[in-house]
């Protein structure tokens, strides 16, 4: 069976979690617009495994939020992909500027030309992507998580009912902020060649302008 069936299978029960799964969970959205907060969980409730997301290009860790700071895994992830730069951010209402506008930015359908790295260090929130057939998968990264979403991919981020996320944020050299929105990202070398190592279909291409282009501080 191919990645694509292996995707669309039937509802997958986890009645013994591994670690990582405790921290990170991921299933099929509905289609409602209501409350981008919620979950959003499909009727019936269809889980992904991490593996299947591994075959998206998102990657997963558990680790010691406690211990962040002296972390030798951390620190060994760190040094395998040449995360040079790291910061801290925390996103509520109390710590971030404009924050109901941000949080509408954020969940805006975007992709990045390089990985986007986070590390869940207190509170909890929801990163979506697209799978092979365009449908939303919604990832719950809860303290201890780690996920990487890979260059290319369309993805948005919002926080849960709880309101409150403090994560570290990764990167492969400087910071870059420019986040390119659907569909005008699909002429992006980034996304070809996202479609390229994944194995998904071509999308259509589209012109951009300067319009379509945001530098903003994305979560």
Not at 12 to 32: L, Q, T
């Amino acid at each position: 069976m191919g990645v694509i069936g292996h995707l669309c299978e039937e509802e997958e029960e986890y009645d013994n979690k591994s670690p990582r799964e405790e921290v990170i969970e991921a299933w099929y959205m509905d289609d409602s617009d209501n409350n981008q907060r919620l979950p959003h969980h499909g009727e019936p409730k269809k889980f992904v495994s991490l593996d299947k997301l591994a075959e998206l290009g998102v990657l997963s860790w558990r680790l010691d939020a406690d211990k962040y700071e002296t972390d030798e895994e951390l620190n060994k992830i760190q040094k395998s992909s040449s995360y040079l730069f790291m910061d801290v951010i925390e996103v509520c209402p109390q710590k971030l500027s404009n924050y109901e506008d941000m949080i509408k930015k954020f969940f805006e359908e975007h992709l990045y030309i390089d990985e986007e790295v986070r590390y869940c260090l207190e509170g909890s929130g929801y990163f979506d992507v697209r799978d092979y057939n365009d449908v939303w998968i919604r990832i719950w990264v809860k303290k201890g998580g780690l996920i990487v979403v890979p260059a290319g991919i369309y993805h948005r981020f919002t926080l849960d009912s709880s309101n409150y996320i403090k994560a570290i944020r990764l990167f492969a050299g400087d910071p870059v902020w420019t986040a390119y929105y659907r569909p005008h990202a699909d002429y992006l070398p980034a996304r070809k060649q996202y479609l390229e190592t994944f194995g998904l279909r071509e999308s259509t291409v589209n012109a951009i302008n300067d319009d379509v282009i945001y530098r903003v501080d994305e979560f």
